[in-house]
């Protein structure tokens, strides 16, 4: 069993910056791809970028495409996610989440087998 937590949410106005990460403990996560997801207010839990093992290939939502960047510190356990030119869109709680293989980064919720309990990320316009 892993766990994941996540830090670095809080409250941003529009076209500012943050970055958010997420420190495993309990099993290492090195040799699995992680990702972020969001879920809006009301809305449902949606991807936002996910990575591979090493760092070298990573996927973005569409809508963040350009001004979120992920990456991950296997030394660290960590992941994290920049994310600039944020807009109230952006505002949601933010999960981080662990494959349930080594071999699929994917953008489908079921995919992923363990998760963080979230950071709240406020953009206000």
């Known amino acids: 069993q892993v766990q994941l937590v996540e830090s670095g949410g809080g409250l941003v106005r529009t076209g500012g910056s943050l970055r958010l990460s997420c420190a495993a403990s309990?099993?290492?996560?090195?040799?699995?791809?992680l990702a972020w997801f969001r879920q809006p207010p009301g809305k449902e839990r949606e991807f936002v970028a996910a990575?591979?093992?090493?760092?070298?290939?990573?996927s973005y939502a569409e809508s963040v495409k350009g001004r979120f960047t992920i990456s991950r510190d296997n030394a660290k356990n960590t992941v994290y996610l920049q994310m600039n030119r944020l807009s109230p869109e952006d505002t949601a709680l933010y999960y981080c989440?662990?494959?349930?293989?080594?071999?699929?980064?994917?953008?489908?919720?079921?995919?992923?087998?363990?998760w963080g309990q979230g950071t709240q990320v406020t953009v206000s316009s």
């Open positions: 990575i591979n093992w090493n760092g070298d290939i990573t």
């Open positions: 989440a662990k494959s349930n293989t080594k071999w699929t980064m994917s953008r489908r919720r079921d995919e992923y087998n363990d």
């Open positions: 309990g099993r290492a996560v090195s040799d699995y791809p």
